[in-house]
C-alpha cells in the first residue's frame, strides 16, 4: 500500500515536472516580431528620420528581460534607419545606450528581414516601433497589410506605439473591414506633433487618420504615457508609453 502510495506521489511530481518543463519551453520559444521603418528622410527638411532609439530600446529591454526572443523586420529588409534626434534626445538614457552598444542587436538591425519574407508562425506578436519613419512606409506596404492581418486573425497580439500606428492604417480583415474600425486606438497626437514642430514635414496627420479609418481615438497630455488595449490590439501614444505597452504584452502572453 505505502509502496504504491510512493508510486503515484512520484508520477504525479514527474507529470507537475514535465508541465513546468512544457511550460517553461513554450515562453522560452516566444518570439515578437519588431517592425522598424525603411524611410530615412523627413519630408522636404533635408533632415533624417528613420525609427526612434526608445521605441525599439525600451521594448526590446522589457520583452528579452522576460524571456523573448526579438527579431526585426522592415519594408525593404536590410539596414534600417535610426533617427538621429532620437540618439541625441536619449543620451543619457541607460537602456537606449545599452541597445545601441549591443553588438547583436545592432547586427539585427543592420539586416532586418524583409517583411514579406516574415513567417508568422515563428511568432506570438507582431510590434511597430514608431519614428517619424514610419508615417512614409508603413501605411502604403502591401506586404505590411497581409502580414498583420494574419497575425489579428490568428488572434495574435498586435501592437503599435506612437507613429508606429501608421502601419494599422490600412489593414483590411477578411471581412472587409478595417483592423482598427471601431477599435479603441492610441497615437502620436497632433498636439504633439506640432509641438515637436514636425506637423509641416508629415504626409498626414496620424490623429485624424486613425479617426477617419474608424479608429476610436483616445489621448491624454503631450508626453505623458497612455497604453489602449482593445482585444488583441495594443497601442500606445508616444516614446513615454513603450516600456508600459510592452510590459502589459509580457503579461498578455503569460496568460496564454
Not at 45 to 61: C, I, M, Q, W
Not at 98 to 123: E, G, R, W
Not at 206 to 219: A, C, M
Not at 227 to 256: C, E, M, W, Y
Amino acid at each position: 500500500m505505502r509502496v504504491g502510495l510512493v508510486l503515484l506521489i512520484a508520477v504525479i511530481a514527474t507529470t507537475i515536472a514535465s508541465k513546468k518543463l512544457a511550460s517553461h519551453h513554450a515562453n522560452a520559444e516566444q518570439r515578437i516580431l519588431l517592425v522598424v521603418t525603411s524611410h530615412e528622410d523627413l519630408g522636404t527638411s533635408g533632415k533624417k528620420t528613420g525609427y526612434y532609439l526608445p521605441e525599439a530600446a525600451h521594448p526590446h529591454h522589457v520583452f528579452t528581460n522576460a524571456g523573448l526572443k526579438v527579431d526585426y523586420a522592415s519594408p525593404k529588409g536590410g539596414k534600417s534607419p535610426l533617427d538621429p534626434y532620437s540618439v541625441q534626445d536619449y543620451k543619457d538614457d541607460k537602456i537606449s545606450v545599452d541597445f545601441l552598444n549591443n553588438a547583436s542587436v545592432q547586427k539585427q538591425l543592420s539586416n532586418t528581414i524583409k517583411i514579406s519574407d516574415v513567417n508568422p508562425n515563428k511568432y506570438s506578436a507582431i510590434f511597430f516601433v514608431g519614428g517619424h519613419g514610419p508615417m512614409y512606409d508603413l501605411p502604403t506596404d502591401v506586404a505590411v497589410q497581409q502580414l498583420t492581418r494574419t497575425f489579428y486573425e490568428s488572434n495574435k497580439i498586435v501592437a503599435a506605439v506612437c507613429h508606429g500606428p501608421a502601419g494599422l492604417l490600412n489593414v483590411r480583415l477578411s471581412n472587409g473591414k478595417n483592423l482598427i474600425d471601431g477599435k479603441r486606438v492610441a497615437g502620436y497626437t497632433n498636439g504633439e506633433e506640432e509641438e515637436g514642430g514636425t506637423t509641416s514635414q508629415m504626409p498626414f496627420s496620424l490623429e485624424d487618420t486613425l479617426k477617419r479609418n474608424g479608429g476610436l481615438y483616445t489621448k491624454v497630455d503631450n508626453w505623458q504615457p497612455h497604453v489602449v488595449r482593445d482585444g488583441n490590439l495594443f497601442t500606445g501614444q508616444n516614446p513615454a508609453s513603450a516600456t508600459g505597452l510592452a510590459k502589459i504584452i509580457v503579461s498578455a502572453l503569460k496568460k496564454h
